[in-house]
């Protein structure tokens, strides 16, 4: 049972990139899904989350506009859309879920010129 991240990536200012959080072991539209991220020196912080339905998503005041969370179920992944990045979305970004009581290795997401 796990969570794993991937996606992240070296991008310019106003770039946009697309992180992918796939889930094996277990059935990823049973639970909700948050994506969190922690830049240095900073503490994790809740990007978005989609509810298990899939119908309530909630995003940080930071991202909203900017960031989009979804899920295909078909592939048992759930992604975050990043569009107009900024040099402060810099961190490394973790997905989780109830069903799993430790985090995964994260993606890093550095943005800059």
């Known amino acids: 049972v796990q969570l794993v991240e991937s996606g992240g990536g070296l991008v310019q200012p106003g770039g946009s990139l697309r992180l992918s959080c796939a889930a094996s072991?277990?059935?990823?539209?049973?639970?909700?899904l948050t994506w969190y991220r922690q830049a240095p020196g900073k503490e994790r912080e809740l990007v978005a989350t989609?509810?298990?339905?899939?119908?309530?998503?909630n995003y940080a005041d930071s991202v909203k506009g900017r960031f989009t969370i979804s899920r295909d179920n078909a592939k048992n992944t759930v992604y975050l859309q990043m569009n107009s990045l900024k040099p402060e979305d810099t961190a490394i970004y973790y997905c989780?879920?109830?069903?799993?009581?430790?985090w995964g290795q994260g993606t890093q997401v550095t943005v800059s010129s």
């Open positions: 989609i509810s298990s339905g899939g119908a309530k998503r």
């Open positions: 072991g277990f059935t990823v539209s049973s639970y909700s």
């Open positions: 989780k879920s109830p069903r799993l009581s430790s």
